[in-house]
């Protein structure tokens, strides 16, 4: 780069770097134009867009603009998953201590307890749409039904009234599993209108 | 009668003395008169040679005012301020860190130290061309602070991204495992070195070097470009398959590539030897409004395209503040 005058600039006190910045200036001022006349047609590109994309207004859990069918899954997959774990590690205590350990064998259904009524909360919070919402309260009933079955069982005095509670509450359980399934399916199945 | 009790330097330890503007790169020592060199060439006649004397600005930036019985430089104080911005995007994960949540780190790390880091760089070369714009050199130490701020953030990202990103290959694959984040991974190998030797002792090692090798911070610079322009298809990415939302209905804006070019147009071109020497002859003939309005329509660009990368920052910082990382 040197300071001589640009040959081809035509006039004296035009230099090289006054062509380059004149260039760059008329470039930005293009630019700067051409995205403020794009400004004008957000509006309707985020509708079209919105519509388009299968998004559910609704479905906002980090204040995002847009979930859709798959977020919306990933998200309630990512909250069952923990509860679902915990449940299985505590259901594996009490079967183990059953038998022998009243003590240690209440405490896994304390546990439980606890590890349900969370899941009951997480999915009471869980911002279902409407169709799935139904289906949802199902199992928050269903659940509820079996952490209060889980809480007397964890009340007992003795492992043969303990041992009586296991028929009752695997049905509670089988009744959690049908309305899981059913929810996991509206959720994983495209939106009603999607 | 109020005294600065800490000394009389205190108030300016990071403000001053070792990171004023370095001479631009073709700086030669003005050849004696009389000597053939100086009779083919008159020396300084653009103003880039020589330390311009000090605006008003400056001026009025050095004076002290009272503060609760110790005299403090305005200068010191606006530099505080400009400088507080620098350490948010790592404030933004602090909670993720302490509460050690890994889906946070996973999701949004990238985002938030990322873009932080890239906002960090911006500032910090963004000083070059305020100063040939104003004349003003008050706020040159914000160069450095930038600088380091931007290393730390970016670091920050290596090593969060090295532990909880979901790419096959271990932590060489989760650093470098696609092209893009090799990109990243060589910006982060090179700021490592710039920012051990932003120092006055390194500084003095490293003499006449010491420049040169933090030039390769424009190394860095271009290897955003490169990290960008892969990360989102050349540009041409937006919604689920790069920036932005699935339903975003302004997609260009949020191209990170985009902002990236806005931005950078503003920096390089200020940054030509040319082009200053043009800025230094109309502020000489006194046609400094000449310069403001050439300049209006590369600077609106530049904002445009910060602003864009600030409400990124801020919206995927606030989510990864509130552990409720937005994976957009």
């Known amino acids: 780069m040197t300071t001589e005058a640009y040959p081809g600039a035509g006039r004296p006190g035009m230099t090289s770097g006054g062509v380059i910045i004149t260039a760059v200036s008329c470039l930005s001022a293009l630019l ?6 794009y400004a004008t047609g957000i509006g309707q590109r985020h509708t079209a867009a919105l519509a388009a994309a299968d998004c559910e207004p609704n479905l906002s859990p980090s204040g995002q603009q847009c979930t859709t069918q798959p977020m919306m899954a990933a998200e309630y ?23 022998d350990h009243l003590a240690v064998a209440e405490a896994a259904l304390t546990a439980e307890v606890a590890a349900e009524r969370a899941l009951g909360r997480s999915l009471a919070a869980f911002p279902f749409p409407p169709a799935i919402a139904r289906l949802a309260k199902g199992l928050i009933q269903a659940n509820q039904a079996r952490a209060g ?25 089988a009744a959690v599993q ?8 509206a959720v994983d199945a495209p939106l009603p209108g999607g | 009668m109020a005294r600065n009790t800490v000394g009389p330097r205190a108030d300016q330890a990071w403000a001053t003395d070792y990171y004023q503007p370095s001479p631009p790169a073709d700086t030669r020592p003005a050849p004696r008169p009389g000597t053939p060199k100086a009779a083919k060439k008159p020396a300084s006649d653009h103003g880039l040679q020589r330390r311009s004397p000090k605006s008003r600005v400056d001026e009025w930036m050095e004076a002290d005012f009272k503060f609760g019985g110790s005299r403090i430089k305005r200068k010191a104080v606006a530099l505080v301020l400009l400088g507080l911005p620098a350490p948010v995007p790592l404030f933004f994960m602090l909670p993720a860190l302490v509460t050690l949540n890994s889906n946070t780190f996973a999701v949004s790390v990238d985002d ?16 070059t061309p305020m100063v040939t714009l104003t004349g003003q050199h008050w706020f040159v130490p914000l160069r450095r602070w930038y600088g380091i701020m931007m290393a730390a953030t970016s670091i920050g990202d290596a090593v969060a991204a090295s532990i909880t990103d979901n790419f096959a290959g271990g932590v060489f694959g989760r650093l470098a495992g696609h092209v893009f984040e090799l990109m990243g991974f060589l910006m982060v190998m090179l700021v490592i070195p710039i920012v ?8 003095k090692k490293l003499g006449k070097y010491w420049k040169r090798f933090q030039r390769l911070t424009y190394v860095i610079w271009g290897l955003l470009a490169c990290h960008l322009m892969l990360l989102e298809g050349f540009g041409f990415e937006s919604g689920s398959n790069g920036s932005g939302f699935a339903g975003d209905g302004d997609a260009v804006f949020h191209q990170r590539f985009y902002q990236y070019s806005a931005c950078s147009l503003f920096l390089l071109t200020l940054r030509l030897p040319p082009v200053k020497r043009w800025i230094a002859d109309r502020q000489k003939e006194g046609r400094s409004w000449l310069v403001w309005v050439t300049v209006a329509p590369i600077f609106a660009l530049f904002v445009l395209g910060f602003v864009f990368i600030l409400n990124e920052e801020i919206f995927k910082g606030i989510d990864s503040f509130m552990n409720h990382p937005s994976a957009e």
């Open chain 1, 77 to 99: 997959a990512a909250m069952l998953a923990p509860a679902g774990q915990q449940l299985t590690t505590d259901a594996a205590a009490y079967t183990a201590n059953e038998g």
């Open chain 1, 32 to 37: 700067v134009i051409a995205a403020l006349v």
């Open chain 1, 149 to 173: 079955l889980t809480a007397e069982q964890a009340a007992s005095s003795s492992l043969t009234r303990l041992r009586s509670f296991n028929h009752q509450v695997q049905l509670a359980d």
């Open chain 2, 196 to 203: 051990c030797t932003s120092n006055p002792w390194a500084q």
């Open chain 2, 112 to 127: 938030t130290l990322g873009t932080g880091a890239e906002i960090c760089l911006f500032l910090c070369l963004l000083v």
């Open chain 1, 178 to 185: 049908t309305e899981m399934k059913l929810v996991l399916a």
